[in-house]
């Protein structure tokens, strides 16, 4: 009687297996990689905002505290977005008929809020609050970049866990006075952990590394 697998079939098993192995191993790495990458994490991607606003301008030639349109970013967990009021606060007289206001304009006479798109997103099972790392030193720029620079504003930074970790696990080179959290300029005058090292014990800083801290 004859085998019913002749001696190949191992061979063609043991590839298969091989295969199927390094398939899968590999469907999760790139899945790791794709997340830890530019193009997984949406960095360097500029967003189309329904109204043109150069951050440039207004914060460069203009001299706009980052607080005056991201008003609860040191009270609240969110950062907050300028409302319509607030554009006309200047734009009711400064370009008032400029036709790069008229969804500002729009949104006014409509009584209806002008759909700004987010672009720094975390995921929703993540906490961020806003106001316990300015009230503690962090700047803006540790998050965003180089604001006053850019035209669009564009994600700079991964966002990623481990990125965040990073920063929990040695905070100090990254911190500077409350007072010039939204200077995008700023520098310290000396070593910047040993300066960080005195702001964070004249401010308390007690960076967490549990889960609890961002995943409540």
Known sequence: MSA??????????????????????????????YWR???????????????????RHHVQDDLIDCRYCHS???????????STELCLNCHAQ???KSPLLDVVRASWFANEPIRWMRVHKLPDFVYFNHSIHVNKGVGCVECHGRVDQMAAIEQVQPLTMGWCLDCHR???????????????????????????????????????TSCYTCHR
């Not at 697998?5 to 295969?19: E, H, I, Y």
């Not at 990458?37 to 951050?55: C, I, L, N, R, S």
């Open 37 to 55: 990458v530019p193009y997984g994490t949406g960095q360097q991607e500029q967003v189309a905002q329904p109204v043109q606003f150069d951050h």
């Open 4 to 33: 019913l697998f002749t001696p190949r079939s191992n061979a063609l098993f043991r590839l298969v297996l091989v295969l199927l192995i390094a398939g899968a191993g590999g469907t999760v790495a790139a899945f790791m990689v």
């Open 170 to 208: 040695n905070p100090y080179p990254r911190l500077r006075p409350p007072e010039e959290v939204t200077n995008m300029a700023w520098k310290p005058d000396g070593d910047p952990a040993a300066i960080g090292r005195e702001i964070a014990k004249k401010y308390d800083v007690k960076p967490r």
């Open 94 to 96: 400064v370009w008032n």
């Open 72 to 82: 609860t970013v040191d009270r609240a967990a969110s950062a907050g977005i300028p």
